[in-house]
């Protein structure tokens, strides 16, 4: 039992030129395909306007956290 879990979920296509990026007003990543945001972080804080610097998602691509 040697479970490695390598997340490849994501292979960029030519649909990834359609994304448009997170709806969170401090976040800079790119919004996941079926949603307005990037995770459901930015989406919860958003909806609850919490205010902190940068947008907090953890992502490693962004720019704000
Ligand atoms: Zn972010
Ligand atoms: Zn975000």
């Not at 490695?4 to 649909?15: L, S």
């Not at 448009?20 to 976040?27: D, R, S, Y």
């Not at 804080?45 to 490693?60: E, F, I, K, L, V």
């Amino acid at each position: 039992m040697s479970a490695v879990n390598i997340m490849v979920d994501e292979i960029p296509t030519a649909a990834s030129l359609e994304r448009k990026t997170c709806a969170h007003e401090e976040c800079s990543c790119l919004a996941a395909i079926d949603n307005d945001y990037c995770d459901s972080y930015c989406e919860t804080a958003q909806d609850q306007h919490q205010s902190r610097d940068g947008c907090g998602c953890g992502h490693p691509d962004c720019a704000n956290c």
